[in-house]
């Protein structure tokens, strides 16, 4: 069964960074899609950016394009979501997904594999 542990949310002031961390077991990443949502309080579940492997071809959702980076370290196992010039309204708790084969970031009922999320706070 796999499992999905993020880590590195935090609090930060307007314009700082944070790197998110999703941790799987080894090999996971070779065949499932690996995505990251996050979900403010009285708001939907958002689709953030998406990791699809063999190839690693990303997606990013238009609030976070030129700004968040995903990609994958092969040599710690994780997915990883660099966040920079963080805005106010990033925050929000984030989560970790995983689909097994193709995802997309509209469709969240599609991840079957969450992690337990983690809350980042960027204040003005």
């Known amino acids: 069964q796999v499992q999905l542990v993020e880590s590195g949310g935090g609090s930060v002031q307007a314009g700082g960074s944070l790197r998110l961390s999703c941790a799987a077991s080894p090999g996971t990443y070779y065949q499932w899609c690996v995505a990251w949502f996050r979900q403010a309080p009285g708001k939907e579940r958002e689709g953030v950016a998406r990791f699809q492997p063999p190839g690693g071809s990303t997606d990013y959702a238009d609030s976070v394009k030129g700004r968040f980076t995903i990609s994958q370290d092969n040599d710690k196992n994780t997915v990883d979501l660099q966040m920079n010039s963080l805005k106010p309204e990033d925050t929000a708790v984030y989560y970790c997904?995983?689909?097994?084969?193709?995802?997309?970031?509209?469709?969240?009922?599609?991840?079957?594999?969450w992690g337990q999320g983690t809350q980042v706070t960027v204040s003005s």
């Open positions: 997904a995983a689909s097994f084969g193709i995802c997309h970031l509209q469709y969240p009922a599609t991840f079957t594999i």
